[in-house]
């Protein structure tokens, strides 16, 4: 079985500061990795995936994240925070059964 | 990637009635899913649905509260049976995107039941 763990449940960081959100996951198998936006009474949509090869993948908006598989991790990175990324963030893994999703953690951007 | 129209958007209703919610894809899907999401929670999946057969369902979901129909590779309902206000969520559908390799929602139904 899969479960995905995100590390902080809200994050806050003034505009033009890095942004990291950690997510752990464990998997009995290779997994998918997935991060999904949800703006404010919206969907998912997602913002970058792992399944093989390179292991830091570039999303939409600016946003990468490295799949470390030593650490079990996939945070998610943007160099420099907008008051446009403030949102809810989730991390997804994939092992061989539908998504399964972390609680999600809500990035707010101080301007 | 798969386009997915997802109606109600959201919807009041009363305790003791049912919601209908309907999802339509561009193309055509063997898998669509279903999940709730709480308020202030994140995803959880309700069930699978498969076209041509019973949906499946993951522990803590039955089939009389949210009866799930499939009658083609395009499109898919879940029901809310019997509300109550503990039902209170964003209900969303999902299929694989095989073009993209990951997974495409629906805008979600936000359903208060009142």
Known sequence: AQSVTQ????????????V????????SVPPYLF??????????????KYTTG????????GFEAEFKKSETSFHLTKPSAHMSDAAEYFCAVLGGAPLVFGKGTRLSVIA | SAVISQKPSRDICQR???????????????????YRQQPGQSLTLIATANQGSEATYESGFV??????????????????SNMSPEDSSIYLCSVE???SG?????????????
């Not at chain 2, 990951?102 to 009142?114: D, I, K, M, Q």
């Open chain 2, 63 to 80: 089939i009389d509260k949210f009866p799930i129909s499939r009658p083609n590779l395009t499109f898919s309902t879940l029901t809310v």
């Open chain 1, 20 to 27: 990291l959100l950690r997510c752990n996951y464990s998997s």
């Open chain 2, 102 to 114: 990951g997974y495409t929602f629906g805008s979600g139904t936000r359903l208060t039941v009142v």
């Open chain 1, 7 to 18: 590390l902080g449940s809200h994050v806050s960081v003034s505009e033009g500061a890095l």
């Open chain 1, 54 to 61: 390179a292991t830091l993948v570039k999303g939409i908006n």
């Open chain 2, 16 to 34: 003791g009635t049912s919601l209908t919610i309907q999802c339509q894809v561009d193309s055509q899907v063997t898998m669509m899913f279903w």
């Open chain 1, 35 to 48: 991060w999904y936006v949800q703006y404010p009474n919206q969907g998912l949509q997602l913002l970058l």
């Open chain 2, 97 to 99: 995107d095989l073009l």
